[in-house]
């Protein structure tokens, strides 16, 4: 064993002990706000790191130091994993950071449900247990025009949930054209896999004809598969096989055909100047049996699969064990019940869902944004010689809704006075270490702030932490 030299046993004799940490008027404080256990962690923990550097011979930190240090840690670890950010990385449904903001509507539902006991599955009119699905499914089916529905976690676990419900041990036939993988390496063969399905690809990756369906049917298919390419798309010389069309080969062999519409929005989307996105109405209507879609992306709630169509189908899905394994919680129920409702006026639904208001953002107003933040902006950055312009750009709806449509928006650009574009990383770094991390995206030697998401309420916020951090 390495023995510790004498010079630095010296210096530990100067770090002041536990208990005279504690017994200060701070440690009393800290006490109050964190508890006694985490000041006693924190405090060892810092003289710990101390008696380290102390080993290289540098001279014990003055004891206010310490105690500044100490304050220090414990206000890091009170800080909470999950924390808020701006997101100007042009990119509305952002994976990464949440995907759809929840309308007001649904904030208030969940605090409501949150606070007290409500009616999960409890049937007040009967007096006795409940079906929790119950909750929503009224709204669904009335905005969707299914038969019955059904919900969990997320739209994975719903596709997870329908093939291993009607396909295991049985042929899913789907095109080779939409085998999608999305995000966080989810593929629909690894998901049919274990869902015990066993795929049957047809086509070619551009086109895929009815015939080559009809084809691949045999004794044990299980049924049709249609799996909406919300990730990315083919173009050129290509053909797909409408709905319609395999609803009505599926049906004729006594086959049902499931359509995974990924995103899914329960409006028409051109009313307000966006490109046209499916919806699970269209998918019912054109013979599709089951449609799963997302809760979280276009549709602007909380995560949570959906999945609308045949009664039958239906109480297969809900009679599967894993459906108990799978199924939502009374708070995203609630925030889920509240954004449908909203959907019960079109009319209004720019002003109350988010997501929907961000997406329909004038360009004018984003630009006009941006021309009252450059400044801030350039002085907050002054210290690292960046340059910061205005810039037009095109801002994208993500989560795999409508990948090749772009939004036209500005965006603070930063770049670094010099033709290496050296010292941006640090930029980024610093304005990810705000109180509020500002997350943007680097292209071509830039740092791009899209302030597309950027609420107007939100600019005296993001200035005053600019501001904080450049007197610090």
């Known amino acids: 064993m390495t023995s510790t030299p004498p010079v630095a046993r010296a210096l530990w004799q100067q770090l002041p002990s536990v208990d005279r940490v504690l017994n200060t008027a701070p ?3 800290w006490m109050a706000q964190f508890g006694r256990n985490e000041v006693l962690h ?10 380290t550097t102390l080993k290289a011979e540098q001279p014990a930190p003055e004891f206010n130091t310490l105690l500044q240090r100490i304050e220090s840690l414990l206000h890091e670890r009170a800080k909470p994993n999950l924390r808020p950010v701006f997101n100007l990385t042009g990119t509305v449904l952002h994976t990464n950071l949440g995907r759809a ?39 669904i089916q009335e905005l969707t025009g299914a038969q019955a529905a059904t919900v969990v976690n997320n739209n994975a676990a719903a596709v997870f949930l329908l093939l291993n419900t009607l396909a295991m041990r049985k042929e899913v036939i789907v095109s080779r054209g939409e085998l999608v993988e999305i995000g966080g390496a989810f593929r629909i063969p690894d998901i049919m896999q274990r869902a015990g399905a066993k795929l049957v690809e047809v086509g070619c990756t551009n086109r895929t004809h009815l015939r080559d369906y009809e084809g691949a049917i045999r ?12 990730n990315y798309a083919i173009q050129g010389f290509t053909h797909s096989v409408s709905t319609a069309e395999l609803a009505s080969l599926a049906h004729s062999h006594g086959l049902p055909l499931v359509e995974d519409l990924g995103s899914g929005t329960l409006v028409n989307l051109e009313r307000w100047g966006l490109p046209h996105e499916p919806t699970p109405r269209e998918a019912l209507e054109a013979g599709a049996d089951l449609v799963s879609f997302s809760g979280d992306k276009l549709l602007g709630g909380p995560q949570a699969g959906i999945l609308v169509g045949n009664k039958d189908l239906i109480q297969k899905l809900k009679k599967n064990p894993l459906k108990r394994a799978l199924r939502l919680g009374k708070l995203t129920l609630a925030a889920l019940e509240a954004t449908l409702r909203l959907y019960r006026n079109p009319d209004a639904l720019p002003e109350q869902l988010e997501t929907l208001r961000i997406l329909t953002r004038p360009a004018a107003e984003i630009e006009a944004q941006c021309q009252r933040l450059l400044n801030p902006l350039q002085q907050a950055l002054s210290a690292f010689n960046a340059l910061v312009t205005i810039e037009p750009c095109l801002s994208q709806i993500g989560s795999g809704s409508l990948p090749v449509d772009r939004l036209p928006s500005s965006a603070l650009v930063i770049r670094m006075d010099n033709k290496r574009g050296t010292g941006l990383n640090k930029v980024e770094r610093y304005l990810r270490e705000l109180p509020t991390p500002v997350i943007g995206r680097i292209t071509d030697k830039a740092l791009w702030l899209d302030l597309r998401c950027l609420r107007v309420e939100q600019e005296g916020e993001f200035v005053g932490f600019l501001q904080a951090a450049t007197l610090s």
């Open 27 to 29: 440690a009393s404080t």
């Open 42 to 51: 924190c405090t060892r923990t810092v003289l710990a790191q101390m008696r």
């Open 101 to 139: 903001t929840l309308p007001e509507a649904a904030l208030e539902a969940i605090a409501i449900a949150a606070r007290q006991p409500c009616a999960l599955e409890y049937a007040l009119d009967e007096g006795g247990r409940g079906d929790r699905d119950e909750v929503v499914l009224d709204l």
């Open 219 to 230: 004794p044990r298919t299980g049924l049709v598969m249609k799996v909406h390419t919300s």
